[in-house]
């Protein structure tokens, strides 16, 4: 599509994946589907709509040389020297995207999700970035099929007449939920995940965060003033050790005018966790599910990631193993959002800190 | 000791310390207490009594090679064409030591248990080999501290004058008995467990296989008319075929005279499977036992056996995690004696025999 460029985020550390995921191979360089990595599957996805040379990549510095090695064709990778959550990455792709093309479109895309329509996750983005042509910020909402609590919720109100696909405008932006709200939320029908994929001008979103975040505008107009990215690694750290950390949806979504939100029904995953990966690979008669070589006996509902080699559970019952590397894990199913616990324990421990 | 030779029987595969034990590196060779391989630890624990130029050691032919990569000085290792449990064996030992030494007590021994007292358990091997000078079959009874139903009980008759430690006939061998039954045994103070450790004459022995195992004794004939081991592997594998899988349990000891057992107090173990380790190794305060790098968060009762890298367990309970080499075993405490389940879907599948 003209004038549309993609966005992908790719500073994530994605820790629940440990030990797969290292802090030199996060979760978006994972091939978690069965596929290619997350990040080539994110960039694939979006192609038909902005091609290479409206691709951008935001990542960690220290990502940048792993993410070339993949061979992604994208045209811009930018390394940013410290994380400062989402606010400060889209800022500078706007600027970066606004001064090339004023009339640019942006797609904001986590890389390290999961699709499974992808006709239906581009038919949407399209009609999403209609809407953002007529000055909305758009923000794709995935229709709850559980009370999850641990994302944020959109509540929609007024239909907006613009488009095929259902839009309306935002309501309201709900953070994570206790359990019985959470209920409440999918009951009512009126609120979705907010997924974190929008879709704005350049221009519509630099002009909120010079109203809703005046000190990251400031900072960003200094940076472009001495040339931006081009200008190389000193003006960009100068520019990001001022800035501080906030969300895109916390700094201008939650607080913005003409927020619009689009149903996003194509089979969304976060793969938030090792237990997802169920959802993507099949499973045997006892509901075991491997990926790599695996024997089970007398044994339901294992989950078994290994790399190399193979993994043999005997006699066990949901439960979590993982051989990657130099590492394993073993944990229950109910434990996988936890595995934040161990690298706590390997980042107190000096001869552990390899393992991160 | 004059005239002693000690015959350890390393042709055991030891199956339940899978994936550590595989078949060309069976449990005798694996250093499961911590310093060296259990069976050079039962070679140097023997030495004083039997030098090395009286050791023996009989395995299968297939570990002869991995045997010598471990330098045991032992002057004689005995590669068998085909396993064929204990009598065989020992029978051969025992024709070849009469044949140099008529006059020869032989000391046999399993390769792959433990001994945490090793003075105490010379102690009573050099009172033994005094009653197998007087012609006695002799084994060794440990008292037993629990109602173990997989060991074979010893029932002791009368004491014998004929030593400082205390020596009694043997009234019968029971095979693994019940539940109830082992209790009862425990409880009465007359029953030891059967420990496969062995002393007599090897005159006495072979003539007791003359008496009880004709046939046996018959190939073993033709075999040392023949030159015996020095004629080579063709002539003892024709030895072999012909000759029947039986132990010197089942073939002698339940039916010969003289028998005597001695009262063994030295803190045996013979590690039945993995969750013995925790015997011989530190726990930490949750009752964690690790051999190797491990991170045990929210976790009690595990064992986790590491050869390389590290494992993490995260909330779980009484479990077995060992990495070794290709593969990866997680079971239950509890299932710890069904490890060989695991090699049986192994022998199942083709492209599984590899990490047999």
């Not at 596929?35 to 220290?62: C, F, Y």
């Amino acid at each position: 599509m003209k004038n549309v460029h993609a966005v992908v985020l790719a500073g994530g550390r994605g820790e629940r994946f440990w030990p797969q995921s290292r802090e030199k191979r996060p979760k978006q360089l994972l091939a978690l589907t069965g596929g290619k990595s997350m990040l080539e599957e994110t960039i694939a996805r979006v192609e038909p709509l902005a091609p290479s040379a409206n691709q951008w990549i935001v990542t960690g510095r220290g990502l940048v040389a792993a993410i070339k090695r993949l061979g992604v064709a994208s045209a811009h990778l930018v390394g940013e020297p410290m994380g400062r959550n989402t606010a400060p990455a889209i800022a500078l792709a706007a600027a970066e995207i606004a001064r090339v093309d004023p009339d640019g479109v942006m797609i904001v895309l986590p890389s390290d999700h999961a699709i499974k329509d992808v006709p239906a996750f581009r038919e949407t983005l399209r009609a999403a970035v209609g809407l953002a042509r007529q000055d909305y910020l758009v923000t794709i909402g995935i229709p709850p099929d559980r009370p999850e609590t641990g994302y944020g919720y959109v509540e929609r109100g007024d239909i907006l007449p613009s488009s095929d696909i259902p839009c309306f405008a935002v309501k309201s932006f709900r953070e994570k939920p206790d359990r019985a709200t959470a209920e409440r939320f999918v009951k009512s029908g009126y609120f979705y995940w907010n997924a974190g994929i929008f879709v704005w001008r350049a221009a519509t979103i630099l002009r909120q965060i010079e109203r809703l975040m005046p000190e990251l505008a400031r900072g960003l107009d200094d940076w472009q003033r001495r040339g931006g990215l081009a200008a190389g690694p000193k003006p960009f750290a100068e520019f990001y050790r001022g800035v501080a950390k906030v969300s895109i949806d916390y700094g201008v979504m939650e607080k913005a005018e003409r927020v619009a939100v689009i149903r996003g029904d194509f089979g969304w995953d976060d793969l938030g966790s090792w237990e997802a990966i169920e959802r993507f690979h099949p499973t045997d008669e006892a509901g075991n599910v491997a990926i790599g070589e695996a024997v089970a006996v007398d044994s339901s509902g294992t989950i078994t990631v290994c790399d190399r080699g193979m993994i043999a559970a005997l006699g066990v019952r949901d439960l979590i193993v993982v051989r990657s590397g130099d590492a394993v894990l073993v944990c229950p199913r109910s434990r996988a959002q936890d595995v934040r616990a161990v690298l706590e324990r390997l980042r107190q421990q000096r001869r552990l800190k390899k393992y991160l």
